[in-house]
């Protein structure tokens, strides 16, 4: 008789642990999407489609890439980065596992979207301050919480004078500590979000969803502008 499939969600929640038990935070990505290229793992967070809220803040915003640079934070097999092209924009999208680039690039063949490997931690140096538009979607709630801090500031400092940033994540109540997450992922604190505003990033619009499983958790949009 076949085993049952492992849950998607506790499998990524175990690659994740292993990672950290050999001090390797961020090895269990590509752990997960080279399983998954294997066929033998799914990536919980791979829809298929552009996640729903950038459609809708695209629905709504209408940004004109014209001319104009976007990255896309964590881009997995580039859903997002493929919707965010389409708009226009010269686009960069990258992540930190070789087989999610490969996956994207296999997925999208005749994509116009540079797919690169790098590691938001310790970006290229060209990227600093360098796109219009900054995408970033689970990425820095897919890190243990004492990294979130420094990636977070990574992400912000991508955008460029006059430049966006979206982020989506899921958010928790107050109620819920640092202690009672296991991960992943390691949902943010509504401060979590505030961190990605400084002084000349501002935040100009934020979107609750609240989560159907849970009264604790809600989904988040939150879109900022670089003076």
């Given at each position: 008789?076949?085993?049952?499939?492992?849950?998607?969600?506790?499998?990524?929640?175990r690659?994740?642990?292993?990672?950290?038990?050999?001090?390797?935070?961020?090895?269990?990505?590509?752990?997960?999407?080279?399983?998954a290229?294997?066929?033998?793992?799914?990536?919980?967070?791979?829809?298929?489609?552009?996640?729903?809220?950038?459609?809708?803040?695209?629905?709504?915003?209408?940004?004109?890439?014209?001319?104009?640079?976007?990255?896309?934070?964590?881009?997995?097999?580039?859903?997002?980065?493929?919707?965010?092209?389409?708009?226009?924009?010269?686009?960069?999208?990258?992540?930190?596992?070789?087989?999610a680039?490969?996956?994207?690039?296999?997925?999208?063949?005749?994509?116009?979207?540079?797919?690169?490997?790098?590691?938001?931690?310790?970006?290229?140096?060209?990227?600093?301050?360098?796109?219009?538009?900054?995408?970033?979607?689970?990425?820095?709630?897919?890190?243990?919480?004492?990294?979130?801090?420094?990636?977070?500031?990574?992400?912000?400092?991508?955008?460029?004078?006059g430049?966006?940033?979206?982020?989506?994540?899921?958010?928790?109540?107050?109620?819920?500590?640092?202690?009672?997450?296991?991960?992943?992922?390691?949902?943010?604190?509504?401060?979590?979000?505030?961190?990605?505003?400084?002084?000349?990033?501002?935040?100009?619009?934020?979107?609750?969803?609240?989560?159907?499983?849970?009264?604790?958790?809600?989904?988040?949009?939150?879109?900022?502008?670089?003076?």
């Amino acid at each position: 008789m076949t085993e049952p499939a492992e849950d998607p969600d506790v499998a990524s929640r175990r690659l994740a642990h292993e990672s950290l038990a050999e001090d390797d935070p961020t090895g269990w990505f590509e752990r997960l999407y080279s399983a998954a290229q294997d066929g033998e793992a799914v990536v919980p967070w791979d829809r298929g489609s552009a996640h729903p809220l950038l459609s809708d803040w695209i629905e709504t915003a209408q940004p004109d890439g014209t001319g104009k640079r976007a990255l896309v934070v964590g881009a997995g097999t580039g859903w997002d980065a493929e919707r965010i092209c389409d708009l226009g924009y010269t686009t960069t999208a990258f992540d930190i596992s070789p087989s999610a680039v490969a996956t994207a690039k296999q997925l999208h063949p005749d994509s116009k979207v540079e797919y690169r490997t790098a590691n938001l931690l310790d970006p290229p140096a060209e990227w600093h301050h360098a796109f219009d538009l900054v995408v970033e979607i689970y990425t820095v709630q897919a890190l243990p919480i004492d990294l979130q801090p420094a990636a977070t500031k990574q992400v912000g400092e991508q955008v460029g004078p006059g430049g966006t940033l979206v982020v989506i994540a899921v958010v928790r109540s107050d109620e819920v500590t640092d202690e009672q997450l296991e991960g992943p992922p390691w949902p943010l604190s509504r401060a979590g979000i505030d961190a990605f505003g400084t002084d000349d990033l501002q935040l100009i619009q934020l979107d609750r969803v609240p989560s159907p499983s849970s009264p604790t958790y809600a989904q988040v949009r939150a879109e900022f502008l670089r003076d």
